[in-house]
Structure formats: C-alpha cells, structure tokens
C-alpha cells in the first residue's frame, strides 16, 4: 500500500483509504460486528485513513471507529472526521460555538481529546469563503480540539476557494470516471499549494461496481432510492448525479475496454489514486470482501497495469456520454 503525505501535517495515509457512511447503516442496515470486521479488514491490508462524520448515523460511525480503534494499540490510522450538517446548512449556524459543540460531540464518540482531522462538510459557499471561518478552526487547533481541518466540497469553485486558504489541510471532492471536471483545476491547483485531495464518491454510489443492472432495486432506507433526484440532499452525491441507465451504459462500455483479470471497480480506484495532486481514494464496504477488494485495488499502482490505456477510455467516455449533462454542475 503506497502512503502518501496529509498535507502539511507530518502524517501519510493510504492511497487507498475508507470511508464509512455505510457504517452509520444510511444505505441499509448494517451490524456493527459486521462494521467493525470492515475496519479490521482495512486495517489489516494497510489502508490508514478511515473517513466519517458526526452525522453517519446520528454518530454511530463515529463511534464505532473509536471502539475498535480503542482495542487496536499503536495503530497509525488517522480518522477524518467531518462536522456541520447537524444544523440546517444556512451559514448563520456556522458559529465559533457550534463548532466547539460539534466537535466535542465527536470527540466522545471517537474516545478522543484531539481530533485528528475534522473537515467542513458541505457548507454553503458563503461559509467556506468567509474569513470567520478559518479563524474559529485555528482556534480550535490552538486549543488543541483538533489537530488539523480541511473542507469536504460539493463543487470545483468551492475547492478552489478552500485551496487559497493556507490553513487548509485537505480537500474532499467527488472525483471518479463520472466526474472529471477536478482534473481541469483543482487537482494541479492543491498540488501546487500542498493541500492533500480526498477522492470521495469513487465508484459513482456503486455504479462502477460493474454489478448493477437496470433491475437492480435498492432498500427504502438507501439514499440510492430516495436521493436521486437530490429530494434529500446535493444530487451529485448519488451516483454522482449521472443519470441511472446512462450510467449503467458507460460502466459497461468501461468495464469492456480492461483487460482480463481486472475488476472495473479495481481499475477505477487505482486510476483515481493514479491522477496527480490525488491524496487518497475513500471508497465505502458494507462487508470484509468488499474492503479487501478496494485496499488491494492500490496493488495495481504497482504492477503493470496499462493506468495510461484506461486513462484514455474514461475521458473518451466521459466526453460522448456524460460531459455535456455533468461538467457544468459542480
């Protein structure tokens, strides 16, 4: 597993890291006997970045990292945690006190006195463009509360906006094969300004898992069911807002072009990993092969894989049939 630096901060994490909303059961149930063999299971194939928020299940997933990470001595895993979607997202909640309240919420549920990382999580653009802003979370970091923070984003002019803060840790924006438009500026923008690049959403909310079909039907509880039209929230976040056929349509036209051996979702996550200025990939497992799966997709980084062949496939794809619907939006 390749470990790459966290920004500024003295840490490496994994090129291939995980992120754990399915943990806090918002796309079905989900144990946490099962839940806790998932972070095992990434921890055992190297992966030292798990990514939650205080809102994964009300805080569940928060929690259940911090009991297993409790019984893991000297692990060297970092726990991005994210904060401010417990209040309505309209920028007068984004206060000095909510974040102190916010952040110490999820410094019990982690079992924590630092936070080791803590990104805003989707705020309005006012809020991440607003000087306040980073002065409550140097605060914070002064006070020892949180180690370091960055901003998780919905759109490329937000990260941008967050990559011109000198402050920032990290940035975590959706980026895979469906959504190629952080290439164009933001990830040679944080690589030059040294602020690390969380690729969330990776495999389009499954889509790229190669495994799904026109019949597939997803529970009542999946925001796969209920968000596809952004009824809930950013539509972007499910299936990174491409269309469900279409998308099943590119998957397959991408799956075709790998060679023999090669998983579309192996493929997806070691190219994304792959592309300068990325820091780390986050996909999601419900379940121990899944993790395995994803953790060893970093082994293609490394072994011959033609990234440069399927490359050119993903963006001639994205041109003919997803650009003209997707590149505008975020």
């Keep these: 597993m390749q470990h790459r630096p966290l920004g500024r901060t003295g840490r490496a994490v994994s090129a291939v890291g995980l992120g754990t909303w399915q943990l806090g059961a918002d796309w ?52 991005a945690t994210k904060m401010g979607r417990r209040l309505a997202q309209e920028p007068e909640n984004y206060t000095p006190e909510n974040f102190r309240a916010w952040t110490d919420r999820s410094r019990t549920n982690l079992g924590v006195e630092t936070l080791d990382l803590v990104q805003l999580h989707c705020p309005p653009t006012a809020v991440i463009e607003d000087d306040a802003t980073y002065e409550a979370l140097d605060a914070l970091v002064a006070d020892g509360a949180i180690a370091a923070y960055g901003v998780s984003v919905e759109t490329t002019a937000q990260a941008l906006a967050a990559i011109s803060r000198p402050n920032v840790t990290n940035v975590q924006i959706i980026f895979n094969p469906f959504r190629l438009k952080p290439l164009d500026e ?19 909310s499954g ?40 998308g099943l349509d590119a998957a397959a036209e991408l799956t075709a072009a790998l060679p ?40 293609l980084l490394d072994d011959g894989f033609d990234i440069a062949a399927f490359d050119r496939v993903v963006r001639d794809v994205y041109d003919r049939r997803l650009r003209e619907a997707i590149h505008p939006l975020w």
């Design 186 to 204: 933001v990830l040679p923008a944080a690589e030059a300004a040294g602020v690390a690049i969380f690729a969330r959403v990776p495999l389009a």
């Design 260 to 299: 023999d051996g090669v998983s579309l979702p192996a493929a997806t996550l070691a190219w994304i990993a792959a592309q300068p200025g990325v820091t780390s990939v986050i996909p999601g497992a419900r379940n121990v092969r899944q993790a395995e799966a994803n953790a060893a997709a970093a082994d």
């Design 207 to 246: 889509l790229l898992s190669g495994k799904y079909t026109a019949a597939t039907t997803f529970a009542d509880d999946d925001h796969r069911t209920y968000n596809r039209h952004g009824e809930a929230f950013d539509r972007g976040e499910t299936f990174s807002g491409v269309d469900y056929e279409v």
């Design 28 to 79: 079905g149930a989900v144990s946490e006997e099962d839940a806790r063999a998932v972070l095992a299971a990434s921890a055992d194939r190297g992966v030292t970045l798990f990514d939650t928020a205080d809102v994964y299940g009300d805080g569940r997933s928060e929690s259940i990292i911090g009991r297993f990470l409790a019984g893991r001595g000297g692990h060297d895993i970092t726990v």
